[in-house]
């Protein structure tokens, strides 16, 4: 992976606008192959992933570009140490690529013609790691699922709702919004591979007390999950559930026509001490609830 070559006159043009107090200047992203030293740590070998699709429907649309990336990890602390290389693929989802999803990616209907993702090597790639992370696991994981079977076997995580990125003062989830705010980087993003890059630059730089956003997904990712589906909920109370950082499903996919959102153990009283309060008039609501680990997390098999 390439390695940037700084500009001494255009470094200290930068510094000097920083330190103006007037100006915040974004470096272009390389991403590194490496970010720390190998110092003798337990090691793991996880998977970041990024797709383009067709549409947002994991039922009916497709998968048109793919990159799965290895990378090394402390299992003590999360730190990243050797990033491995990318295997990036495209794939002709057998129909035209909407016009809106060219704009957005640059992928054309002759770029994918013929193409199709190596199930063999995607699967190789995927037995020797130990986790899977992506940006939006709940939008990523069931896309493959149907594509590649191989995806329902392992863990996931993800990097948007398994950092409390919020908490630690940032106002929204978006990884081109994250990268700017947290590592001060900018990068061309909608292709897969650069998108999966940029997100594991976004795991491995630390926050101003040191740690490491990667080992705060592997403590988060590694907990048990309730998944709280509010059937039944009010129309009214569509905002406070928005807010409250719910999903709207209509449906179509088997599951409950309903907002839901993800917690851990821990929080499933409170959250549904909010529900009863805020939602049901403060009676039990005809609410589901559902268990997940690691393997079944954004996940939509069975209907879960």
């Known amino acids: 992976m390439a390695t940037r070559k700084l500009r001494p006159e255009l470094e200290d043009l930068a510094r000097r606008l920083?330190?103006?107090?007037?100006?915040?200047?974004?470096?272009?992203?390389?991403?590194?192959g490496r970010y720390a030293d190998d110092d003798g740590a337990p090691r793991r070998t996880a998977i970041a992933l990024d797709i383009e699709t067709t549409g947002t429907a994991s039922a009916s649309d497709e998968i048109i570009e793919l990159s799965v990336i290895p990378f090394e990890y402390s299992a003590d602390d999360g730190r990243i140490f050797a990033v491995g290389r990318p295997l990036t693929q495209l794939e002709d989802p057998g129909r035209l690529v909407?016009?809106?999803?060219?704009?957005?990616?640059?992928?054309t209907d002759a770029a994918v013609a013929g193409k199709r993702i190596d199930d063999r090597a995607v699967t190789k790639l995927l037995r020797n790691g130990d986790l899977v992370v992506s940006h939006n696991a709940a939008f990523d994981r069931p896309f493959l699922e149907r594509r590649l079977p191989v995806f329902a076997d392992v863990p996931w995580a993800c990097s948007m709702v398994d950092v409390p990125w919020k908490d630690k003062g940032y106002a929204a989830l978006g990884q081109e919004y994250l990268l700017e705010q947290h590592c001060g980087?900018?990068?061309?993003?909608?292709?897969?591979?650069?998108?999966?890059?940029?997100?594991?630059?976004?795991?491995?730089?630390p926050f101003d007390s040191g740690e490491v956003p990667f080992g705060i997904l592997l403590r988060t990712a590694l907990r048990k999950a309730v998944r709280i589906w509010a059937v039944g909920a009010p129309f009214d109370a569509k905002d406070k559930l928005k807010s409250r950082r719910y999903t709207w499903n209509p449906g179509e996919d088997g599951r409950p026509r309903a907002w839901h959102r993800t917690v851990s153990e821990d929080e499933q009283p409170a959250e549904l001490a909010w529900l009863r309060e805020q939602v049901y008039g403060g009676r039990d609501g005809p609410w589901r609830l559902e268990d997940f680990d690691p393997r079944t997390r954004f996940s939509t098999r069975g209907g879960a």
């Open 98 to 107: 909407p016009p809106d999803v060219v704009q957005l990616t640059g992928i």
């Open 18 to 32: 920083e330190e103006s107090g007037d100006y915040r200047v974004l470096r272009r992203l390389v991403p590194p």
């Open 185 to 205: 980087v900018f990068y061309e993003a909608h292709r897969a591979e650069p998108d999966a890059l940029a997100m594991l630059h976004l795991l491995a730089t």
